[in-house]
């Protein structure tokens, strides 16, 4: 099981530190992929992490101003959003891979993902 934590309601130009903590597996076998979905929209990759935390990759809409990382002792991810804008707004969305050699990097594909949180939404507003 995933759970998100961390979203809310937040200013354009300010932050928000989401976290994704595993339960009953080991999230260091595991890549980690955010997503988001904003209404009518379709759901989107925004960041991946590779399950050793050696590689990293972004959507063009979020380089630069996204980080992810990961603390496997802590069995939990992490998403730092900076700089926040209004096209950020949507339910964001944890989801884990497990590692496979044949993969050279993680992958921002939904369909790479068996395992899926539930969401924590993301509002961006003034």
């Known amino acids: 099981q995933l759970v998100e934590s961390g979203g809310g309601l937040v200013q354009p130009g300010g932050s928000l530190r989401l976290s994704c903590t595993a339960s009953g597996f080991t999230l260091g076998f595991y890549d980690i992929g955010w997503f988001r979905q904003a209404p009518g929209k379709e759901r989107e990759g925004v960041s991946c992490?590779?399950?050793?935390?050696?590689?990293?990759l972004y959507a063009d809409s979020v380089k630069g101003r996204f980080t992810i990382f990961r603390d496997n002792a802590k069995n939990t991810a992490y998403l730092q959003m900076n700089s926040l804008n209004a096209e950020d707004t949507a339910v964001y969305y944890c989801a884990a891979a497990p590692y496979e050699a044949r993969f050279r990097v993680c992958l921002l594909s939904p369909p790479r993902y068996a395992t899926w949180g539930q969401g924590t939404q993301v509002t961006v507003s003034s």
């Open positions: 992490i590779r399950s050793s935390g050696g590689s990293t």
